[in-house]
């Protein structure tokens, strides 16, 4: 798999669709605890991050993340981006969940893939991508904030900073 490989859930042509916004996802892990931070950040400016019980495993936790920036950002089309090659792979159907957890998540993630015109793409993790790297952060302060107990406090700070730091992002493209 190739940082270029996308599919879009819907037939609908490109040049018919409305534009899609730009999310990054991810999801934190910590070795032999049941549980994840999952996470999304948009290019515009939208951060999201949650920690969940339901994970029980790193592929699970990266799907979940993807699940979060679509219902977060419901009703608009997306090009969800995500270093699991895993978690893309059974999004696009080049590969096939065996387990049965993976299954379920899997096809109630394509239905909404669809319903909303998005699409999913792979991104190397890590690399440079700065939506991605702050969907790890978000990811990451997700779980923290669970594991160490801090306030709710704590974690909207964190997200705010990343909310300004993609208002820079941009500003510097534009």
């Known amino acids: 798999m190739t940082p270029q490989d996308s599919a879009s859930a819907s037939s609908t042509p490109r040049t018919t669709a409305r534009r899609r916004t730009r999310v990054a996802t991810d999801a934190s892990v910590k070795n032999h605890r049941r549980g994840a931070g999952v996470a999304f ?5 939208r951060v999201g991050a949650v920690y969940t019980t339901t994970p029980a495993d790193v592929v699970l936790a990266e799907l979940a993340a993807v699940e979060l920036a679509l219902d977060e950002l419901r009703n608009r ?5 995500c270093d699991s090659k895993h978690a893309v ?9 065996r387990i049965s957890t993976h299954v379920t998540t899997t096809a ?7 319903r909303s015109n998005s699409e999913v793409r792979w991104v190397r ?3 440079g ?5 702050l969907a790890d952060r978000a990811s990451r302060a997700a779980r923290r904030q669970h594991e160490y107990e801090f306030p709710d ?3 909207r700070q964190i997200l705010d900073r990343l909310r300004e730091e993609v208002g820079q992002l941009a ?3 534009a």
């Open 171 to 173: 500003a510097s493209v």
């Open 108 to 114: 109630r993630i394509r239905a909404k893939l669809k």
């Open 153 to 155: 406090s704590w974690l």
């Open 89 to 97: 792979g059974y999004l696009l159907g080049s590969s096939t969940p």
């Open 77 to 81: 089309p997306l090009v969800i981006e």
């Open 41 to 45: 950040v948009s290019r515009d400016g």
């Open 125 to 127: 993790g890590h690399a």
């Open 129 to 133: 991508y700065e939506l991605n790297e």
